[in-house]
């Protein structure tokens, strides 16, 4: 070991000299190492950043010696759930998908997500005691303020190509379930907030969220934001060119009756979009195919066990529109489409109960003389009305208006111009409840259906069930 002090820097450092005969010159020599620098103050060697240092780390850090292991941190965390969300999102391709549209936050999304899933009713600044409590994606504590940070830093393209990878999982696969569900909002500073109408007919200040789920994944996996005053059958054509952005092509679109629109029919018919949607009996090209059905509509020949129903489909022509603007003229011509229709004799008698009592406070409106300003329409769509001086009010039924009405009742129509069997295509709508379930995921019956499927679920995935705990939701 040999010191020797640099005069410049008043440092003494600390070589260890190793001595050998060279060969060829015939004399002794000698090879120096750096080990260190000399502490002044405790005489002991600092390993220096040469390769002083790496040999000390090393002898510093000698091999683990097998044996137990002192125990440093004791946790208790929950994981069943959190478990079965990691498990569903290597399965689906979520976490793939999230991993490659946000390479350096996709974890704290998950744990956000998983969050707000399992602790629908509580508030994101409570996410720390969750957090203490559960195994997550993230691992940490999200303090708010980097949660909303975290909110702030997605952006629209981010957004647009998770939508993109996501969609072209299932595009060729499925159907896509499309519907809306109105948040309610008294936000004077967000701009979409405004007055409409929600699910159940109330009039309140709302954001309208437009929401696109597989049929067969039951996946969401396009959502868009609508101001509130702003009606379903309207968003049909923001939808398509949203839809074009992803470069979506071969979509399939199943919908609501509160979307049905000659214009939009039209318009899906002009991108070439396939589509299942509902319509009301009363149209007319709908009364038309009720009217031929007649006294078949309950013959056993037409029944299917499988369903519980009367199954019909007739192929109809569709009277196409389409205006050019650039040409001044309008394209009409006939376009082929397939008309379902379904006969419930379960319904039919509800409905029919429906509408005597209905007929019987229109009459008793009509002859106490409390006529309501919202019935007017119906008072002259049912009853012949007549009043004089001495008879007083007299009235009589328009039976034939009656008869129309009832004559569809019980029936439910799908239109498509692509699904030709009828049981294929009720079966596909009967799929979009599960944008029925989001809408109110803390629901009772929601609750139970999935605590029926959640052992389907694990088997379907390839793990094994957790054995369930009184905490675990």
């Known amino acids: 070991?040999?010191?020797?002090?640099?005069?410049?820097?008043?440092?003494?450092?600390?070589?260890?000299?190793?001595?050998?005969?060279?060969?060829?010159?015939?004399?002794?020599?000698?090879?120096?190492?750096?080990?260190?620098?000399?502490?002044?103050?405790?005489?002991?060697?600092?390993?220096?950043?040469?390769?002083?240092?790496?040999?000390?780390?090393?002898?510093?850090?000698?091999?683990?010696?097998?044996?137990?292991?002192?125990?440093?941190?004791?946790?208790?965390?929950?994981?069943?759930?959190?478990?079965?969300?990691?498990?569903?999102?290597?399965?689906?391709?979520?976490?793939?998908?999230?991993?490659?549209?946000?390479?350096?936050?996709?974890?704290q999304i998950q744990s956000i997500a998983y969050y707000l899933i399992l602790e629908d009713q509580n508030p994101l600044f409570r996410f720390r005691k969750w957090a203490m409590l559960h195994k997550h994606p993230y691992g940490n504590t999200i303090p708010s303020q980097r949660s909303s940070e975290l909110f702030q830093s997605i952006t629209e393209d981010a957004k647009m190509q998770f939508f993109r990878l996501q969609g072209k999982r299932r595009i060729e696969k499925e159907y896509w379930a499309y519907g809306s569900t109105s948040i309610s909002g008294y936000s004077e500073n967000l701009r979409q907030v405004k007055y409409g109408k929600n699910k159940d007919g109330e009039k309140l200040p709302q954001i309208n969220l437009a929401l696109i789920f597989g049929e067969n994944s039951g996946l969401p996996f396009?959502?868009?934001?609508?101001?509130?005053?702003?009606?379903?059958?309207?968003?049909?054509?923001e939808l398509l060119r949203e839809l074009d952005v992803p470069g979506y092509e071969k979509i399939r679109l199943v919908m609501d009756r509160g979307y049905y629109s000659a214009d939009n029919i039209n318009t899906l018919y002009k991108e070439h979009r396939k589509f299942l949607?509902?319509?009301?009996?009363?149209l007319q090209f709908a009364k038309n195919s009720i009217r031929k059905t007649g006294a078949e509509k309950d013959r056993h020949e037409h029944y299917n066990s499988d369903l519980e129903l009367y199954v019909f489909s007739r192929t109809i022509a569709w009277d196409y529109e389409q205006e050019r603007p650039y040409k001044g003229d309008t394209i009409r011509e006939e376009r082929r489409m397939y008309l379902h229709l379904y006969f419930n004799p379960d319904k039919f008698s509800d409905d029919s109960k429906a509408l005597n009592r209905k007929l019987d406070a229109l009459k008793a409106e009509l002859l106490s003389g409390k006529r309501v300003p919202e019935h007017e329409k119906d008072y002259r769509k049912y009853f012949e009305v007549k009043e004089t001086p001495k008879r007083g009010i007299s009235l009589?039924?328009?039976?034939?208006?009656?008869?129309?009405?009832?004559?569809?009742?019980?029936?439910?129509?799908?239109?498509?111009?692509?699904?030709?069997?009828?049981?294929?295509?009720?079966?596909?709508?009967?799929?979009?409840?599960?944008?029925?379930?989001?809408?109110?995921?803390?629901?009772?019956?929601?609750?139970?259906?999935?605590?029926?499927?959640?052992?389907?679920?694990?088997?379907?995935?390839g793990v094994e069930p957790l054995p369930a705990a009184p905490e675990m939701k």
């Not at 091999?63 to 569903?88: M, N, S």
């Not at 009589?396 to 049981?423: M, T």
């Open 277 to 282: 949607c509902s319509t009301s009996a009363a």
């Open 1 to 107: 070991m040999i010191k020797q002090l640099d005069k410049r820097s008043g440092i003494t450092y600390v070589y260890e000299s190793t001595s050998y005969w060279d060969r060829a010159k015939k004399q002794p020599r000698s090879k120096r190492t750096l080990i260190g620098r000399l502490d002044p103050d405790s005489g002991e060697v600092v390993p220096t950043d040469g390769r002083g240092k790496r040999r000390s780390i090393k002898n510093l850090n000698p091999p683990a010696k097998r044996g137990l292991v002192p125990v440093t941190q004791t946790e208790r965390l929950f994981f069943g759930t959190t478990y079965l969300f990691d498990q569903i999102g290597i399965v689906t391709g979520v976490t793939a998908d999230l991993k490659t549209c946000f390479p350096h936050t996709y974890k």
């Open 222 to 237: 396009y959502y868009r934001k609508f101001a509130g005053n702003i009606p379903d059958v309207k968003t049909i054509r």
């Open 396 to 461: 009589s039924y328009k039976q034939e208006a009656i008869d129309s009405v009832r004559d569809r009742y019980g029936f439910f129509v799908l239109i498509s111009n692509e699904v030709k069997d009828p049981v294929t295509a009720l079966r596909l709508y009967r799929m979009r409840d599960v944008i029925e379930c989001f809408r109110e995921p803390g629901k009772a019956a929601i609750q139970g259906e999935v605590l029926k499927k959640q052992e389907q679920i694990y088997r379907d995935l």
